[in-house]
Structure formats: structure tokens, C-alpha cells
């Protein structure tokens, strides 16, 4: 049984950081992502890993701030981010890809699974 659990996330100043991380269980995955949703909007791209963290791909908007990284020896993806804005105020959510011969994915549809997603909230 695949579970996605995520953690991390909370308020935080603008400016501060935060780390969330994700531990993905219950059978081999490829690429790993993350992507953020507000609330009535559409699930968009953030950062996604190859299986073994040698290429990585962030959006514009996070490009110097965010990095995304991997652990598969502890199951866990995370997203580091720093230098956090109010506009980042949205969930963030995992997820796994389970083919491995494709380039790294960076569309919700693309993947396969997903967490329960975890709130991130900067106050001005």
C-alpha cells in the first residue's frame, strides 16, 4: 500500500524558511515534485527530482528561493525554502511518478500519487 506523508509546514515571517518533507512508502517511485493550489485555483508546479536527485526543475517563481532535494534511503523527498513571500500562502503537496523512463514530469497529471498536503502560511 503506497503512503505519501507530508510535514513541515506552518506560519513563518516573510522572509524565514521553512522545510517541508515528504516520506513515500510502499513501493519504488521515479521522479518526485511538489506543487502548491490556493484555494478555487489549479495545482501548480514547484520543483520535481529524477529518481536519484541528479536533475532537478523549479518554477520561475521559486528559482533561488526553493530547492528541492531527495533521501531515498529515507523514502523522503524535501522542498527547502527560504527567503518565503506572502504570495507563497497555499498548500503544498508530494508527488511520485512510477515510470522511469521518462524525463522528470512537472504536471500534476503526470503523477501518481499524491500527499494529503500540508499548509504554508507567511504573514506579512
Known amino acids: 500500500q503506497v503512503q505519501m506523508v507530508e510535514s513541515g509546514g506552518g506560519l513563518v515571517q516573510s522572509g524565514g524558511s521553512l522545510r517541508l518533507s515528504c516520506v513515500a512508502s510502499?513501493?519504488?517511485?521515479?521522479?518526485m515534485g511538489w506543487f502548491r493550489q490556493a484555494p478555487g485555483k489549479e495545482r501548480d508546479f514547484v520543483a520535481a527530482?529524477?529518481?536519484?536527485?541528479?536533475?532537478?526543475y523549479n518554477a520561475d517563481s521559486v528559482k533561488g528561493r526553493f530547492t528541492i532535494s531527495r533521501d531515498n534511503a529515507k523514502n523522503t523527498v524535501y522542498l527547502q525554502m527560504n527567503s518565503l513571500k506572502p504570495e507563497d500562502t497555499v498548500v503544498y503537496y508530494c508527488?511520485?511518478?512510477?515510470?522511469?523512463?521518462?524525463?522528470?514530469?512537472?504536471?500534476?497529471?503526470?503523477?501518481?500519487?499524491w500527499g494529503q498536503g500540508t499548509q504554508v502560511t507567511v504573514s506579512s
Open positions: 508527488a511520485a511518478d512510477i515510470i522511469m523512463s521518462r524525463a522528470v514530469p512537472t504536471t500534476p497529471s503526470e503523477y501518481f500519487y
Open positions: 510502499g513501493r519504488t517511485f521515479s521522479s
Open positions: 527530482i529524477n529518481w536519484n536527485g541528479g536533475t532537478t
